[in-house]
């Protein structure tokens, strides 16, 4: 067997355990800290279809624009930076270069933490409300000109914003130059029967070791089955012990650009659902960073070419506890 086949990549794995009703939790702050979601998913024990309620929360996440071939040079457009980027909490241009790109841009940088001993490639961070970075300033010219005469990136972009901010009508100026569309993000469900199921999923308890449950809820969401011999030549996945059987359950998965704060009523609508008498004691959550995404956790850089995974899973319980996973590949930072 080949040396890299043999050796699994490491990876990192955050576990805290706390209560909604602890004022010093930090959920909110942890939801907020992960900003390039592409997919949400929940798992529903003894479910059959998505409650109305919770079912309006999916279907009113944010729509998001796909632009394709987009200079680079033109988010640095006065009037899209006055309308669209200094009206949000984060003004933040961050490129992750090759060797020849950055020396090419002529800007500064810094060497990624990732390249180890080629140093063969550089992020360069840029504060778009430093002074220097006004329309007209010297650091703002000097990076135009760079991006504009020099370097001619041009990358397909997904844009999203709030509900009821004035962001979309400022992006017309902009998409009337290029080819674009907007979508909204795709919602489908799964219905499952017979589920095997870790049967420690409790707040009171400790829970079945973090790997093996998220594991055990990857393969949930990923319809693989974990009624397997541990002989099997195709798969010896199985469901961590002790289990139980759950009698139906309701895979659902939003796929997109989804908000933070999307994110967050979703959670906020769980544990309303989980107030119900007679409902199965808890309900997990996995939101997934994007892969290829330049930062991951704040504005932290991310591994993207050393592996990319980047995700976490919240399990939730009636007594509004929760058990909280945050995970990335070994190429990131810890998670906050």
């Known amino acids: 067997m080949s040396v890299d086949l043999d050796q699994t990549p490491r990876s990192l794995l955050v576990c805290d355990r706390s209560s909604f009703l602890d004022e010093k939790n930090r959920i909110s702050s942890q939801v907020e800290q992960l900003h390039f979601n592409y997919k949400v998913s929940v798992l529903l024990p003894e479910c059959s279809s998505a409650p109305s309620h919770l079912d309006s929360v999916l279907n009113s996440f944010s729509s998001f624009y796909l632009i394709r071939k987009l200079p680079i040079h033109e988010l640095l457009d006065k009037h899209f930076l006055e309308m669209a980027?200094?009206?949000g909490?984060?003004?933040r241009l961050c490129l992750t270069l090759d060797k020849d790109s950055f020396q090419l841009l002529g800007f500064e940088g810094k060497l990624s933490r990732f390249t180890h001993r080629t140093n063969s490639r550089y992020v360069v961070s840029v504060d778009l409300t430093d002074s220097s970075m006004a329309p007209g300033g010297r650091g703002y010219l000097?990076?135009?000109t760079g991006l504009r005469s020099r370097l001619h990136l041009k990358c397909d972009f997904l844009l999203s914003h709030h509900p009821g901010e004035t962001y979309a009508s400022s992006l017309q100026p902009l998409l009337s130059?290029?080819?674009?569309s907007e979508h909204r993000p795709e919602i489908s469900t799964h219905a499952l029967t017979h589920l095997s199921c870790p049967a420690q999923l409790t707040s009171?308890?400790?829970s079945c070791d973090p790997h093996s449950f998220l594991e055990w809820l990857g393969a949930v969401d990923g319809d693989i089955s974990s009624e397997n011999s541990p002989s099997s030549f195709l798969s010896s996945f199985v469901c961590p012990e002790p289990k139980t059987t759950l009698s139906q359950a309701l895979s659902i998965s939003v796929c997109g650009l989804l908000l933070p704060q999307d994110v967050h009523r979703l959670i906020q609508e769980i544990r309303c659902y989980l107030e119900q008498p007679l409902l199965e004691s808890w309900v997990s959550l996995t939101v997934h960073g994007f892969v290829d995404s330049p930062v991951s956790w704040g504005g932290s850089e991310h591994g993207v070419l050393r592996g990319g995974e980047n995700f976490y899973t919240l399990l939730m319980f009636h007594d509004h506890t929760y058990?909280?996973?945050l995970a990335t590949g070994a190429h990131d930072i810890c998670p906050p």
């Open 204 to 206: 009171d308890l400790q």
């Open 89 to 91: 909490n984060i003004c």
């Open 85 to 87: 980027v200094y009206q």
């Open 323 to 325: 058990h909280l996973h």
């Open 142 to 144: 000097r990076l135009l």
């Open 177 to 180: 130059h290029y080819d674009w």
